[in-house]
């Protein structure tokens, strides 16, 4: 009697076992051992577009009044879709001329890495070009060819943070959390948020503390910060207003508010700067201390440029 017992529960166990792994493997239940991959897992590293010529295009050596191509690649590695990009092609015209003058900036869009494409799109553009004669008396000339990238992109990340009421430390309760400062690493973009420093301040209405944020922001990729709005006017050769570079726009929100961050634009100088936002509003003194997410969006422009040079020859 006790081994048929004993073969009856192992039975009802398989089957058991059975109806979970097939829930597991079918999605209706999450596998408490398998950590769920998110967007904030793809938001790491420092670059945004990367950009290089291919092999050969330009070639090293050419020769006079000879046909030949310039192609790029370029490629997402960041955590952030971009649209309505531009490439543009300079050449030393005295030497090259390009087949078709529209060539000389070209548009593309380029999505980031994410959940449903983890390693972000790429991309290849290639022109056709012509050398021209060289001077009589010359055996050959150095030329350089350059590709300069324009692109909109964004920064995001969300953290928690301790909003304390009690700042001067008067009710008698133990805090769920302290306010410290966070340091943080890249994310996924070219512009990062490096640090976050909280502070709660009284306001005048003395029922009411009013949360404040320092934040410090940084150029960590490998070009230049520019007005989102004018990264065509950048890639076209148009005359730049030193107003159009390192600009930053900011948008902060604490829970479902809005913070009032000043300055804003921010000018970054020297790479880096930091801004300050508060919640205005404030929050009544008689909630008990608590965290809530806070989100930070950076917007902007970027470029930066990489050449090589062509031999031409007679």
């Known amino acids: 009697m006790i081994k048929k017992m004993n073969i009856k529960q192992n039975k009802n166990t398989g089957i058991i076992l059975l109806i979970i792994t097939t829930l597991i493997f079918s999605g209706c239940i999450q596998n408490p051992f398998v950590k769920t991959t998110t967007q904030d897992d793809f ?38 879709d971009t649209k309505n990009g531009f490439i543009s092609f300079t050449i030393e015209e005295d030497y090259m001329e390009l087949m078709n003058q529209n060539d000389d900036v070209v548009s593309f869009s380029l999505k980031g890495k994410s959940v449903s494409l983890p390693t972000g799109d790429q991309l290849v553009k290639i022109i ?64 990062a948020i490096t640090k976050i420093e909280s502070e709660m301040l009284p306001a005048e209405d003395d029922n009411l503390i009013k949360p404040a944020f320092k934040i410090q922001i940084k150029n960590v990729g490998n070009g230049e910060v520019i007005d989102k709005g004018k990264i065509s006017d950048i890639c076209s050769s148009e005359p730049v207003d030193y107003k159009e570079l390192n600009t930053v726009d900011i948008k902060v929100m604490l829970s479902n508010e809005e913070l009032e961050c000043k300055p804003t634009p921010l000018k970054l100088k020297s790479n880096e700067d930091e801004v300050r936002c508060i919640l205005e509003k404030g929050i009544p003194k008689d909630r008990a201390t608590y965290t809530s997410p806070l989100t930070i969006e950076l917007d902007y422009g970027y470029t930066y440029s990489i050449s090589t040079k062509v031999v031409i020859r007679k």
Do not use: W
Request: aromatic content about 8%.
């Open 128 to 191: 056709k070009a012509n050398t021209k004669k060289i001077d009589e008396q010359s055996e050959k000339h150095d030329s350089t060819v350059l590709a300069n990238v324009c692109y909109q992109y964004q920064t995001k990340k969300d953290v928690t943070i301790c909003i304390d009421t009690d700042i001067y430390n008067l009710k008698e309760m133990q805090k769920v959390c302290n306010i410290k400062d966070i340091t943080l690493t890249p994310q996924g973009a070219p512009v």
């Open 43 to 80: 938001r790491t590293g420092s670059q945004g577009i990367l950009m290089e010529f291919l092999t050969n295009a330009p070639p090293s050596e050419t020769y006079e009044e000879y046909p030949f191509q310039v192609g790029v690649i370029l490629e997402n590695v960041g955590a952030y």
